[in-house]
């Protein structure tokens, strides 16, 4: 059956599409299919797939986000998919409905004061659909941060949010974009790569018991 997964971060550059990208990535590498959706009007996603040779496994649409329920209820109806991956822009009515059509949201969360507090905003979002995120610690640089964003989050959340195992502050992540890869294309045995699976295998996890 397949499954959604929106990417949501009301404050921009929390990593949302560089996650989406991995995460695609490393699912095709499994023989998953995958669509990608970019509602983001910044179209980043949608620029990764363009410079992609090998698209096998993947497809992309870039969307209005007033298209997105229809079209991923029509997606979902045609079984064709794994996984839909939804990469969308920071605006909370533009979240709203990528929220509302998820199996499960992901939300990547940097150790800053000004993330906290956007998370805190965005979660109310989330929370009034009925959907439990997974955080998922992004750019930690020491083991205070490690240990930090945990206990943030179960405060702003009320304990209810998830939260994934920490991925590092790395210069591997989005640096092959350009050419249309990923980290696991280039150097599979980066530990960047081993955290982006950890991810992957908890995302698989939830939404196989969802």
Do not use: C
Not at 53 to 81: C, F, P, Y
Not at 117 to 144: C, H, M, Q, S, Y
């Amino acid at each position: 059956m397949t499954k959604a997964v929106s990417f949501i971060a009301s404050k921009g550059g929390a990593g949302k599409t560089t996650l989406a990208w991995e995460l695609a990535i490393q699912m095709v590498s499994r023989g998953l299919k995958v669509l990608l959706v970019d509602i983001d009007p910044q179209g980043t996603l949608a620029g990764l797939y363009r410079e992609r040779e090998n698209k096998t496994g993947m497809e992309l649409h870039a969307l209005d986000v007033s298209r997105l329920e229809g079209r991923i209820a029509k997606e979902i109806q045609s079984k064709e998919w794994d996984f839909i991956l939804i990469d969308t822009p920071g605006k909370k009515a533009e979240i709203k409905p990528a929220v509302t059509v998820a199996d499960l949201v992901v939300f990547p969360l940097q150790p800053t004061g000004p993330d906290y507090l956007a998370f805190g905003r965005t979660f109310e979002v989330v929370d009034k659909a009925g959907k439990i995120p997974l955080v998922a610690p992004n750019r930690i640089k020491t083991e205070k941060q490690e240990s930090e964003v945990p206990i943030v989050v179960s405060g702003l959340s009320g304990g209810k949010a998830i939260v994934a195992d920490p991925i590092r502050d790395r210069v591997g992540f989005g640096a092959y974009g350009m050419e249309g890869l990923g980290l696991s294309d280039v150097d599979p045995k980066n530990p960047g790569a081993a955290e982006i699976t950890r991810l992957l295998d908890r995302i698989l996890e939830i939404t196989k018991n969802g």
